[in-house]
């Protein structure tokens, strides 16, 4: 990450760079397992340690952790808010144009099947959402996420029931 130009201490870019090389992977992987997508995830990131920087002076070492998970999840929130106002704009304009209706339908429900899964996504637990993302998205063995996640391969099997369980109640069928 680079900073804007200007005269900073390096006291104060030892502790950024610190800061940023421990937290960084921890915060990717929290904004990627909240939003699903990978470059989404290095956005929310950056923004992340941006924020971090410009209330550089006011931060508590203490609490530094925290703090960036707070914005991450803070920003990641925003995101969404600021997709569901792009998303009613775009409805709008979509009903106001009558040209084309059966391909509007087909956008509007695939919008509605995306906002449907995202739903369920979030209603998963944690740990759950965590393993079926990365089966389902990553493609990784239940091995490669037991090693991962330091957990043994029963327990991973256990948590991927529980999702699939939820899907199948809300859709009706397997994913």
């Known amino acids: 990450m680079t900073l804007p130009k200007g005269n900073y201490t390096q006291d104060e870019l030892s502790w950024f760079r610190g800061i940023f090389d421990q937290y960084y992977e921890n915060i990717r992987h929290f904004a990627y397992f909240k939003t699903g997508d990978v470059h989404l995830s290095d ?80 209603e998963i637990p944690p740990g759950p959402r965590e393993v079926f993302l990365m089966s389902r998205i990553d493609g990784l063995t239940y091995d490669e996420i037991a090693s991962r996640l330091g957990l043994s391969v029963k327990a991973i099997e256990k948590r991927m029931s529980e999702a699939l369980a939820i899907f199948r109640k809300k859709f009706g069928y397997k994913v």
């Open 43 to 122: 956005d929310i990131v950056q923004e992340t340690f941006i924020k971090l920087w410009d209330m550089r002076g006011k931060v508590n070492d203490s609490t530094v952790k925290s703090l960036l998970y707070t914005i991450a999840g803070n920003i990641v929130k925003n995101h969404y808010k600021h997709l569901k106002v792009v998303y009613n704009f775009q409805v709008s304009a979509k009903s106001e144009m009558t040209t084309n209706t059966s391909s509007a339908d087909e956008n509007i429900r695939m919008e509605q099947l995306d906002g449907q899964l995202q739903r369920v996504l979030a």
